[in-house]
């Protein structure tokens, strides 16, 4: 069981640069989110997904646009890299369903960096 | 997060316990959580607590939840150094959480 897949794991990127971090769950899960972690901030939630075709934006946003087309796949997209884009991206799922109710599950993390 | 605080660091001798507290600001959140992220790695969930419960232990690890005060502790009995880590706190519903910065805990020998 592969759980949350996030590539790629390293990207190194030049300012302006666009790119799209991938995320897939083979879990059946109908939520998604991705998160930006910055040293001494925790966690931010960029934006979530509560089902396919819907999506809403978290805490920080800006800079990045989202869509879910499959259950299982839930795209981050950097239309302009700007160095303030530099953290580590990952991508987490859930369900409301059975006895893993409510437990978000993590990929690995994408390290962005932008130069 | 700005609705979640905990401690930064803890520092912790092997075979002692370990107790990291959070606080947090929503008191309509349903679960809080905590998470255990070792270098390089994604988050783990260790356990989570039901707002509605005071404690709960399992195995090692035992939270403590103070509703009135919104305070959340973890403890780590007979700490071993694998669990040097950073620990996170959490509140939330399933598709939104709020995180503390994370507490990192060193074990030494």
């Known amino acids: 069981n592969a759980g949350v897949t996030q590539t790629p794991k390293f990207q190194v990127l030049k300012t302006g640069q666009s790119m799209t971090l991938q995320c897939a769950q083979d879990m059946n899960h109908e939520y998604m989110s991705w998160y930006r972690q910055d040293p001494g901030m925790g966690l931010r939630l960029i934006h979530y997904s509560v089902g396919a075709g819907i999506t809403d934006q978290g805490e920080v946003p800006n800079g990045y646009n989202v869509s879910r087309s499959t259950t299982e796949d839930f795209p981050l997209r950097l239309l302009s890299a700007a160095p303030s884009q530099t953290s580590v991206y990952f991508c987490a799922s859930s369900t409301e369903q059975g006895g893993q109710k409510n437990i978000q599950y993590f990929g690995a993390g994408t390290r962005l960096s932008v130069l | ?109």
């Open chain 2, 1 to 109: 997060g700005e609705d979640v605080e905990q401690s930064l660091f803890l520092s912790v001798r092997e075979g002692d316990s370990s107790v990291i507290n959070c606080t947090y600001t929503d008191s309509s959140s349903t679960y809080l959580y905590w998470y255990k992220q070792e270098p390089g790695a994604g988050l783990q969930l260790l356990t989570y607590i039901f707002s509605n419960m005071d404690m709960k232990q399992d195995q090692r690890l035992t939270v403590l939840l103070n509703k009135k005060d919104k305070h959340l502790s973890l403890r780590i009995a007979d700490t071993q150094t694998g669990d040097s880590a950073i620990y996170f706190c959490a509140e939330g519903n399933d598709y939104k959480l709020s995180f503390g910065a994370g507490t990192t805990v060193t074990v030494r020998a």
